[in-house]
T-cell receptor, first 116, second 111 residues
Framework: DTGVSQDPRHKITKRGQNVTFRCDPI?????LYWYRQTLGQGPEFLTY????????KSRLLSDRFSAERPKGSFSTLEIQRTEQGDSAMYLC??????????????FGPGTRLTVT | SQQGEEDPQALSIQEGENATMNCSYK?????LQWYRQNSGRGLVHLIL?????REKHSGRLRVTLDTSKKSSSLLITASRAADTASYFC???????????FGSGTKLNVKP
């Protein structure tokens, strides 16, 4: 399968615990995005990487959230001291460099986080 | 907050009918994209229209863009039960560093 993969698919954690999610983009895609989606809403932008550089970060992302993309390949999203409000679906998407027809994003299946 | 807003929030039609959903946005864009999300499944890209285009077709999909009104519409012709899903518009800034998604239109196509 050459699509975007995310791991784990589901995560249940207790409030206050740290969690880490992984995203493997489509190889040769140098752009990677993280989104958060709650029930009945559209994806909400969290952060963006071009290769290994984090170029954009939402103001909604508190200092409990951190993302990395070492070597410009896979990416991780860590949430420290989780809160019940962090419960959501976390989506990863990758995209090639903008070209004539390469603006679209390819989404992974998401990681559903439940904080109890 | 989301930049795009879809209208209506929900739409229920019979199979074979056409479905039209609208999207409004707030700032200048490079392009506007429409995505579909089936229940429990990931987002799938449907069609992209650039800011210098007014209309685009892809199979049963027709997208229009009016940059003066900052709005777009997605028309699905001859709908099928398999078209039942949530549809989102997404706008991209010129540097592609950020995409804004709307809150979506939930389409139900009854067989």
């Amino acid at each position: 399968d050459t699509g975007v993969s995310q791991d784990p698919r589901h995560k249940i954690t207790k409030r206050g615990q740290n969690v880490t999610f992984r995203c493997d983009p489509i190889s040769e895609h140098n752009r990677l995005y993280w989104y958060r989606q709650t029930l009945g809403q559209g994806p909400e932008f969290l952060t963006y990487f071009q290769n290994e550089a984090q170029l954009e970060k939402s103001r909604l992302l508190s200092d409990r959230f951190s993302a990395e993309r070492p070597k410009g390949s896979f990416s991780t999203l860590e949430i420290q001291r989780t809160e019940q409000g962090d419960s959501a679906m976390y989506l990863c998407a990758s995209s090639p460099s903008p070209g004539r027809d390469s603006y679209e994003q390819y989404f992974g299946p998401g990681t559903r986080l439940t904080v109890t | 907050s989301q930049q795009g807003e879809e209208d209506p929030q929900a739409l229920s039609i019979q199979e074979g009918e056409n479905a039209t959903m609208n999207c409004s946005y707030k700032t200048s864009i490079n392009n506007l994209q429409w995505y579909r999300q089936n229940s429990g499944r990931g987002l799938v890209h449907l069609i992209l229209i650039r800011s210098n285009e007014r209309e685009k077709h892809s199979g049963r999909l027709r997208v229009t863009l009016d940059t003066s009104k900052k709005s777009s519409s997605l028309l699905i012709t001859a709908s099928r039960a398999a078209d039942t899903a949530s549809y989102f518009c997404a706008t991209a800034r010129y540097n592609f560093n950020k995409f804004y998604f709307g809150s979506g239109t939930k389409l139900n196509v009854k067989p």
